[in-house]
């Protein structure tokens, strides 16, 4: 297990493979999915796995876990991903449990991505986007350096879309 970043009160790693059931039951919470793409059990299984056999590759760019720090209990996932057809922007999403809402982790663990994304110095900039009801990502993505830049059409969705240059 490879620890991607970390803050005071964090841990972002890489999942282990006996993880599964922990990342599966993140997202039994329709709180928790109320704001993220809608995926089967078995399409989340398939991302699952993907990224344990990409944990060889690069260290930039991911899905991994969130553990506080203190206790290894888990809070979330969080991913960079690349974004669009350049190699040069990725994309920066989470989810944290219901429980873990409201606690600055969200944009402590932002902060923390941004950080990792640019210390790939191919990396020029690192963009998000949400729903439009998701008002306190949207702060968070603020507070994590990243300015509003209009809006993004994604499917048939028209999300807002963030956005920082290193």
Not at 98 to 124: C, P, Q, R
Request: charged share 30%.
């Amino acid at each position: 297990m490879t620890i991607i970043t970390q803050t005071p009160r964090i841990i972002i790693r890489e999942f282990l493979p006996d993880e599964l059931e922990t990342y599966l039951n993140h997202f039994n919470d329709e709180r928790v999915i109320e704001h993220i793409p809608k995926r089967t059990r078995d399409e989340r299984i398939t991302i699952f796995n993907i990224a344990l056999s990409e944990y060889t590759g690069s260290k930039t760019k991911g899905i991994w876990g969130m553990f506080y720090a203190d206790s290894d209990e888990f809070i979330g996932s969080c991913l960079l991903r690349p974004f669009g057809d350049t190699s040069d922007k990725l994309e920066l999403g989470y989810s944290l449990d219901h429980k873990d809402w409201g606690k600055g982790l969200a944009s402590e663990m932002a902060k923390a991505m941004v950080n990792h994304g640019f210390f790939d110095s191919a990396i020029t900039e690192i963009v998000a986007c949400t729903t439009v009801e998701n008002i306190p990502s949207q702060r968070v993505l603020e507070n994590a350096g990243l300015k509003r830049d209009g809006n993004l059409l994604r499917g048939e969705l028209d999300l807002p879309f963030f956005s920082l240059k290193r």
